[in-house]
Structure formats: structure tokens, C-alpha cells
């Protein structure tokens, strides 16, 4: 099942910039990694949802900054 995300804009924005599919997969992918940096989704699920594997995850996660491990200050 599928869940959309509706998100608004200027009317100045031109309609095809709307469904330019790299600016749609860049926010996909913007949302999704957020979700994984606040803890809300996992790795495994994040990579499904963005149709990657884990290693281009990890690639990912480096470029947004995004520890591969959370680890307490105890450890």
C-alpha cells in the first residue's frame, strides 16, 4: 500500500518543474533520510523505500551527514 505526501508551492513555480522526476526523487530522498536521521524508520527500511541497497545507503547517509551508528556517550 502506498501513502502520498502532498506538498504545496508558490503559484509562481512553473508546472514542469512539478514533475521534474529528479527533483522528485531528490525529495524522496531528502524525506526519507530525515526520517532515518530522527530514528523513525531503519536502515533496512529506509533503503526499501528508496529502492537501494545498503551500500549505496551508507553512501548516502555520509553525504546528508547521517552516522551509520548511533552510539551512546557511555559507549
Known sequence: M???VVLEF????PEESLKDR??????KETIVLELLRKGEISQGKAAELLEIDRWTLFDLMAKYNI???????ED
Open 22 to 27: 529528479e527533483a522528485l526523487k531528490k525529495g
Open 67 to 73: 552516522p551509520s551508528i548511533k552510539m551512546s556517550s
Open 10 to 13: 508558490p503559484v509562481e513555480l
Open 2 to 4: 502506498l501513502k502520498q
